[in-house]
């Protein structure tokens, strides 16, 4: 079955630096990476999400990068701010067993300093 | 709009009873998903409904867990007899229908309920 792999678990990062999290899958039939965030104590939110028809997608100051050939897709955050400060989540769709169903990585808790 | 409503939102039980938690999804969402998260696990899938028809369970963890959904604005997931080792947060999410199928398409995530067994 869809392995996701997550790195770093955790990343401390200054206010206006970029964060950069990394995900490996190992399913080459995946074709959707949604990223979730997830603020202390609150829900998973999507925040991005690529399909495999393209290579990266941008909404302000996130973007997603996805390699198919070397199955690994990451998260930028550029300029970031403490309110960016939560456990991120990467996701690859797995499809064992005639059904398919997400499979998310262990996630990476990001902390902006001021 | 009222999001995914999950309860109870804290449930604190002894080893052996039984617990019921119950979802509402989102008006007009015909997927429904059931997820448990540890620190150990991460966030895990336990089973999904697609039009209240089960697609996949092969995340319950085993006999003791169960969930149904009798129709489009319902669902529960039962664990009897509960362990310890049930103790956890589980979410509810739901997505809407789409042109990528169930999985594809943003899930809306409860805001959880959280289990502690004694």
């Known amino acids: 079955g869809e392995n996701v792999e997550q790195h770093p678990s955790t990343l401390s990062v200054q206010e206006g630096d970029s964060a950069v999290i990394k995900c490996t899958y190992s399913d080459s039939a995946s074709n959707y990476f949604p990223w979730y965030k997830q603020e202390l104590g609150k829900r998973p939110q999507l925040i991005i999400d690529i399909r495999s028809n393209v290579g990266e997608k941008k909404d302000q100051r996130i973007a997603v990068t996805l390699n198919k050939t070397a199955k690994h897709f990451s998260l930028h955050i550029t300029e970031t701010q403490p309110e960016d400060s939560a456990v991120y989540f990467c996701a690859a769709i797995s499809a064992q067993g005639g059904s398919e169903k997400l499979v998310f990585g262990k996630g990476t808790k990001l902390t902006v300093n001021p | ?118």
Not at chain 2, 5 to 24: A, D, F, N, W, Y
Not at chain 2, 30 to 48: A, D
Not at chain 2, 69 to 75: C, E, L, V
Not at chain 2, 98 to 105: L, T
């Open chain 2, 1 to 118: 709009d009222a999001g995914v409503i999950q309860s109870p939102r804290h449930e604190v039980t002894e080893m052996g009873q039984e617990v019921t938690l119950r979802c509402k999804p989102i008006s007009g969402h015909n997927s429904l998903f059931w997820y448990r998260q540890t620190m150990m696990r991460g966030l895990e899938l336990l089973i999904y409904f697609n039009n209240n028809v089960p697609i996949d369970d092969s995340g319950m963890p085993e006999d003791r867990f169960s969930a149904k959904m009798p129709n489009a604005s319902f669902s529960t997931l039962k664990i009897q007899p509960s362990e310890p080792r049930d103790s956890a947060v589980y979410f509810c999410a739901s997505s809407p229908p789409g042109e990528g199928g169930p999985i594809r398409d943003t899930q809306y995530f409860g805001p959880g309920t959280r289990l502690t067994v004694l």
